[in-house]
């Protein structure tokens, strides 16, 4: 179920959903910052007069003892993903008067000592966003009972608000449209092998893809799963590593759209018409995907960390504390990296 805050104003997410575009373009556009097409600021200017759209002054009548920042904890602060969710994040953050604060949280032990350190952080945050970052029972409760307002995308508690998506369906629906296409020999790219941080969603899309491959009455060929790092480099391995088969697959989820970039790339070198000989599909909706022609299953990154600080925001202003939970929907883009096999 999703739980949103409620507003009586337009916000910058209304701007976004008008124009077509993320709340990071439309907060670079009304700023004034690079890297926005022309024709995109004046539309976004345009729809933001239109809708009579203001930066939310609320923030600049809060209560006294805020420190008016909110930290944005990751795994890595390398990755398209997780710059798209900072991004969509510090959009909203940006309208309303806060700073965003971003720390590195890479490996087991650097995540203990960030929630011991967290706990201790009410004079520095008045919130937290964790992006991917699994905590255990006991710290999300220990985190809960603190004054920092937190948010989790990507990983659940029934303790803490949350941002998810539905991970094994977004694995089953990329692998259902291979098997709808008449693939049966699909190949995995999935993330790492040995993760530190647990990170869940790799289990739960390769989840998805067995199941519909089960649906379909078939079992997965181990040497088929392979790993990408999510990365386009690790897309670019992994391709080599299933081309080298005795009986290379036919079609290929990888399970983000950097990763199916790179795979791409390897496959095309080595003489590989995609999709005649080979299909892929990839997870995420980049923006080079279009540019690429790649079909994926997208999802709207930079509305989860715009999101999340909707309702640190929202909490704050209102003074209250309430536990949110959505879980956003994704949208199969058919592009032209898939068809039927031997087309």
């Known amino acids: 179920m999703t739980s949103t805050p409620p507003t009586g104003r337009t916000t910058i997410e209304d701007v976004a959903n008008a124009a077509g575009v993320s709340v990071a373009t439309v907060s670079r556009a009304l700023r004034g910052l690079p890297n926005v097409a022309p024709s995109t600021r004046d539309r976004v200017v345009q729809i933001a007069d239109q809708l009579a759209y203001r930066p939310d002054p609320a923030a600049a009548r809060l209560a006294t003892g805020r420190t008016k920042t909110i930290a944005i904890a990751v795994p890595t602060l390398s990755g398209w993903y997780f710059w798209q969710v900072i991004g969509g994040a510090e959009?909203?953050?940006?309208?309303?008067g806060y700073d965003l604060l971003t720390i590195g949280v890479s490996g087991d032990e650097a995540r203990k000592r960030f929630v011991r350190e967290a706990l201790g952080m009410n004079r520095k945050v008045d919130g937290l966003i964790l992006i991917d970052i699994r905590l255990t029972e006991e710290e999300s409760e220990q985190l809960a009972a603190t004054d920092i307002r937190v948010v989790t995308i990507g990983f659940s508690s029934p303790s803490i608000s949350s941002v998810m998506l539905d991970d094994t369906a977004v694995g089953r629906k990329a692998t259902r449209h291979l098997l709808e296409l008449g693939h049966r020999d699909i190949a995995l790219i999935e993330g790492l092998p040995d993760d530190p941080l647990r990170f869940a969603v790799p289990a739960r899309r390769h989840e998805g893809y067995l199941a519909a491959l089960a649906e379909f009455g078939l079992a997965p060929r181990p040497e088929c799963v392979v790993y990408g790092n999510f990365s386009v480099d690790g897309g670019e391995e992994a391709m080599g590593q299933l081309l080298k088969l005795e009986s290379p697959p036919t079609a290929v989820f990888a399970m983000s759209d950097e990763m199916a970039m790179g795979a791409m790339r390897t496959a095309r070198d080595a003489g590989v018409r995609i999709p005649q000989d080979l299909s892929i599909i990839g997870v995420d909706n980049h923006e080079m995907a279009h540019v690429l022609d790649l079909t994926t299953v997208a999802q709207d990154?930079?509305?989860?960390?715009?999101?999340?600080?909707?309702?640190?925001?929202?909490?704050?202003?209102?003074?209250?504390?309430?536990?949110?939970?959505?879980?956003?929907?994704?949208?199969?883009?058919?592009?032209?990296?898939t068809c039927p096999p031997g087309r």
Do not use: M
């Open 91 to 96: 959009a909203v953050l940006s309208e309303t």
């Open 301 to 337: 990154v930079a509305s989860h960390g715009a999101t999340a600080a909707r309702w640190i925001v929202e909490d704050l202003q209102n003074d209250q504390c309430i536990v949110y939970r959505t879980v956003d929907p994704t949208n199969l883009l058919v592009r032209g990296t």
